[in-house]
């Protein structure tokens, strides 16, 4: 897994900037691009952040990525999930290294 690899560096901050992520199943989907099929994955937020924490990270931020087009602030159109497999929102997500002091930072 690729956040392995990153966790790895032990790096003082993780910025992971437009996750798929929220409060559904994990799973991988077919994207249509431009007539070409493309893997895309959706992950559970909370398997996400506890992966992280894991590795020795803590969770500092997470906002909603303001998608804004046109004007208009509009969710995800992703009407041809069920459900309970759709997000508003894609996240930023901002993890720091356990041993990090905020303040001096």
Same mark, same amino acid.
């Given at each position: 897994? !690729?956040?392995?690899?990153?966790? &790895? #560096?032990?790096? =003082? %901050?993780? /910025?992971?900037?437009?996750?798929?992520?929220? &409060?559904?199943?994990?799973?991988?989907?077919?994207?249509?691009? %431009?007539?070409? =099929? @493309?893997?895309?994955?959706?992950?559970?937020?909370?398997? #996400?952040?506890?992966?992280?924490?894991?590795?020795? !990270? =803590? /969770?500092?931020?997470?906002?909603? %990525?303001?998608?804004?087009? /046109?004007?208009?602030? &509009?969710? +995800?159109? @992703?009407?041809?999930?069920?459900?309970?497999?759709?997000?508003? %929102?894609?996240?930023? +997500? /901002? !993890?720091?290294?356990?041993?990090?002091?905020?303040?001096?930072?």
């Amino acid at each position: 897994m !690729f956040i392995k690899e990153v966790t &790895d #560096l032990h790096p =003082k %901050y993780i /910025l992971i900037s437009d996750a798929f992520a929220g &409060d559904i199943p994990t799973f991988i989907t077919a994207q249509n691009f %431009y007539g070409r =099929k @493309l893997p895309f994955r959706f992950l559970n937020m909370v398997e #996400l952040t506890e992966y992280i924490e894991n590795q020795g !990270f =803590k /969770l500092i931020l997470d906002t909603e %990525y303001d998608r804004t087009m /046109l004007g208009k602030r &509009d969710p +995800l159109p @992703l009407d041809n999930f069920q459900e309970n497999m759709q997000i508003k %929102y894609s996240h930023h +997500l /901002l !993890f720091c290294e356990n041993n990090v002091s905020q303040e001096n930072s």
